[in-house]
């Protein structure tokens, strides 16, 4: 299992002070908690896509591009792209240029995003939706694949003889994921493709997305019945820890209360209980995460949510360093045996 963390660049207030952070400090307190996580050896560093304030990251390959120089062996994602609004031809050459630069330590998380606004600021239709990501989709993968395409679609003016520029690195193209909080046609894309899916399990029950996942395998099973393919399946998460218990709850609160999407959700203990929201002890993290698979089955990434609601950097970055030494050592020896079961299971579906 890869183990890593994501931010979606929020940029609220300092949650004790309630002064702002430019957004020059937090764009470099990004790139500092990316190259953190690659020191202390975790495998993903994944930004989220955001057009408005108070989120910072409009322009994720950009950031990732810088983080690439600073960091060594960690792969770097996106949570997500946005494959409604953003044009699939940026898409795949801005992908190709960032695998160069990170010598191929790059996929990509294709979502539809939870902002409405943001399909008229880039002239799309939010109404068009489905159909838009889908035809977006089905383009990106073919400029990847295909050194000269043709294409006539609905929803931008066709292509004749292009070449996306420059071609994915070694001719592999970047791996997909495709990220859903409710959409089923998202879990059938990524199933119909045989690329990845990831639940967001966030700000809902775990059961919820497990919903999601079921409907992703099912759909793959049959899409790829006869290929010995394996679907692949990731995992979002919130976490905060410290040595016990009672401090990390006393010391989470302010940015819990300085979380937008937390407001109305109820107390902390009420989001904890029914959410994949954990905030505790290591084995409390570990506990609440390995219990995980019992929703999602055997599963391949889990990434975390660690700087949300102003938290300073100097805390994430302890954050970092407690998860590396006392949760992922054990996550790390779970996942070791989560990857023996799903080399038995492609070893028995090969010989079927």
Same mark, same amino acid.
């Given at each position: 299992?890869?183990?890593g963390?994501?931010?979606?660049g929020?940029?609220?207030p300092n949650p004790?002070?309630?002064?702002?952070?430019?957004?020059?400090?937090?764009?470099?307190g990004?790139?500092?908690?990316?190259a953190?996580?690659?020191?202390?050896?975790l495998d993903?560093?994944?930004?989220?896509?955001?057009?408005?304030?108070?989120?910072v990251?409009?322009?994720p390959?950009?950031l990732?591009?810088?983080?690439?120089?600073?960091t060594e062996?960690i792969v770097l994602?996106?949570?997500?792209t946005?494959i409604?609004t953003? =044009?699939? &031809?940026?898409i795949?050459e801005?992908f190709?240029m960032?695998? $160069?630069?990170a010598d /191929? #330590? %790059?996929?990509?998380?294709?979502?539809?995003?939870n902002t409405?606004a943001?399909?008229?600021?880039?002239g799309?239709?939010?109404?068009?939706s489905d159909?838009?990501?889908?035809e977006?989709?089905?383009?990106?993968?073919?400029?990847?694949?295909?050194?000269?395409v043709?294409?006539?679609?609905?929803?931008r003016t066709p292509?004749e003889?292009?070449?996306a520029?420059?071609r994915?690195?070694?001719?592999t193209?970047p791996?997909?994921w495709h990220g859903?909080?409710r959409?089923?046609r998202?879990?059938?894309?990524?199933a119909?493709?045989?690329d990845g899916?990831f639940?967001?399990?966030?700000?809902?029950p775990v059961s919820?997305f497990? =919903?999601? &996942?079921?409907?992703y395998?099912?759909r793959f099973a049959?899409? $790829?019945?006869a290929? /010995? #393919? %394996?679907?692949r399946?990731?995992?979002?998460?919130?976490?905060?820890?410290?040595?016990?218990s009672?401090?990390a709850?006393?010391?989470?609160?302010?940015y819990?209360?300085?979380?937008?999407?937390?407001?109305g959700a109820?107390s902390?203990e009420?989001?904890?209980?029914?959410?994949?929201l954990t905030?505790g002890s290591p084995q409390?993290i570990?506990?609440k995460?390995?219990?995980?698979r019992?929703?999602?089955?055997?599963?391949?990434?889990?990434?975390f949510?660690?700087?949300g609601?102003g938290t300073?950097?100097?805390?994430v970055?302890?954050q970092?360093?407690?998860?590396?030494?006392d949760?992922?050592?054990?996550l790390?020896?779970a996942?070791?045996?989560v990857a023996?079961?799903r080399?038995?299971e492609r070893?028995s579906?090969v010989n079927?």
């Amino acid at each position: 299992m890869q183990i890593g963390i994501f931010s979606v660049g929020e940029n609220p207030p300092n949650p004790l002070t309630m002064e702002p952070i430019s957004e020059y400090e937090r764009i470099k307190g990004l790139a500092r908690i990316a190259a953190h996580a690659d020191q202390a050896g975790l495998d993903v560093f994944a930004m989220g896509e955001h057009h408005n304030p108070p989120y910072v990251p409009s322009s994720p390959t950009t950031l990732l591009g810088y983080i690439a120089a600073q960091t060594e062996r960690i792969v770097l994602s996106t949570s997500t792209t946005l494959i409604t609004t953003n =044009d699939p &031809v940026k898409i795949a050459e801005d992908f190709a240029m960032l695998q $160069h630069l990170a010598d /191929g #330590r %790059v996929d990509v998380m294709l979502g539809r995003g939870n902002t409405p606004a943001v399909y008229p600021w880039f002239g799309q239709d939010i109404r068009t939706s489905d159909a838009l990501g889908e035809e977006n989709y089905a383009l990106l993968h073919r400029l990847w694949r295909e050194d000269v395409v043709d294409w006539q679609g609905h929803f931008r003016t066709p292509l004749e003889g292009f070449t996306a520029t420059p071609r994915p690195l070694d001719g592999t193209p970047p791996y997909v994921w495709h990220g859903s909080v409710r959409n089923l046609r998202v879990a059938d894309l990524a199933a119909r493709y045989g690329d990845g899916f990831f639940a967001n399990n966030l700000f809902g029950p775990v059961s919820h997305f497990a =919903d999601l &996942v079921r409907a992703y395998r099912e759909r793959f099973a049959y899409y $790829h019945a006869a290929s /010995g #393919r %394996v679907p692949r399946v990731g995992a979002g998460g919130q976490m905060f820890v410290r040595k016990n218990s009672q401090d990390a709850k006393q010391e989470f609160r302010r940015y819990f209360a300085n979380m937008r999407v937390y407001r109305g959700a109820g107390s902390l203990e009420q989001v904890i209980s029914g959410t994949a929201l954990t905030v505790g002890s290591p084995q409390e993290i570990i506990d609440k995460t390995l219990s995980f698979r019992e929703y999602f089955g055997p599963y391949d990434r889990q990434l975390f949510h660690i700087d949300g609601g102003g938290t300073p950097l100097n805390v994430v970055l302890e954050q970092i360093d407690l998860f590396a030494a006392d949760v992922l050592p054990t996550l790390r020896a779970a996942g070791k045996s989560v990857a023996d079961a799903r080399e038995l299971e492609r070893a028995s579906t090969v010989n079927q």
